[in-house]
């Protein structure tokens, strides 16, 4: 397997702009998280998927953040506009359901992240 | 709410053991994990405990126990590469029912020495 695809590695934008983060989770997984790493907050869970059905987006900061998951294999998460204070690293993860296949964990599978930084 | 502690950093010896603490209050729970993170790399998965008791890995080894609220993560026979951040989570319950979100601590800067 692939593993957890994350699209671009790095990015830099400046302060007003759009920044769209892709991620294509591990084929077979049901589920689909997005974390926010920085050094003051560690590792913050913003939003997870069922299914591609948003089960909990309480840790969305605000409305400037949206994700979606328009089919099994793909997964965005946009930021708009962009602020010098959303500079962190940016992981998805996918885990696989409990009726499917996987390990009796269920544990999370992390991408190699996306290194935002906006000027 | 939900809060998890963690050192934030320790140091060791290579060849030594060291053990590496967690303890949580969390409005619910469904198991701990323990994840180890190098520096600009993405978490991966060392262990899982859901029941009390010890669960052992090779040269990693970890131990919750629930009505304590604590767990901790044991490295015997440290090497150079075992210098990480290792993060301990939480799974939560919702409703009564099992999630699959985790709460993670913020995690354990291991420094191994020669």
């Known amino acids: 397997d692939a593993g957890v695809i994350q699209s671009p590695r790095h990015e830099v934008t400046e302060m007003g702009q759009e920044v769209t983060l892709r991620c294509k989770p591990i084929s077979g997984h049901d589920y689909l998280f997005w974390y926010r790493q920085t050094m003051m907050r560690g590792l913050e869970l913003l939003i997870y998927f069922n299914n591609n059905v948003p089960i909990d987006d309480s840790g969305m900061p605000e409305d400037r953040f949206s994700a979606k998951m328009p089919n099994a294999s793909f997964s965005t998460l946009k930021i708009q506009p962009s602020e010098p204070r959303d500079s962190a690293v940016y992981f998805c993860?996918?885990?696989?359901?409990?009726?499917?296949?996987?390990?009796?964990?269920?544990?999370?599978?992390f991408g190699p992240g996306t290194r935002l930084t906006v000027l | 709410g939900q809060n998890i502690d963690q050192p934030t950093e320790m140091t060791a010896t290579e060849g030594a053991i060291v053990q590496i603490n967690c303890t949580y209050q969390t409005s619910g729970f469904n198991g701990l994990f323990w994840y180890q993170q190098h520096a600009g790399e993405a978490p991966t998965f060392l262990s899982y405990n859901v029941l009390d008791g010890l669960e052992e890995k090779g040269r990693f080894s970890s131990f919750l126990s629930r009505s304590k609220g604590y767990s901790y993560l044991l490295l015997k026979e440290l090497q150079m590469k075992d210098s990480a951040s290792y993060l301990c989570a939480v799974r939560d319950v919702l409703g009564g029912g099992a999630t699959n979100k985790l709460i993670f601590g913020t995690g354990t800067l291991l420094a191994v020495q020669p």
């Open positions: 993860a996918s885990s696989p359901g409990t009726s499917g296949r996987g390990s009796s964990y269920n544990e999370q599978f």
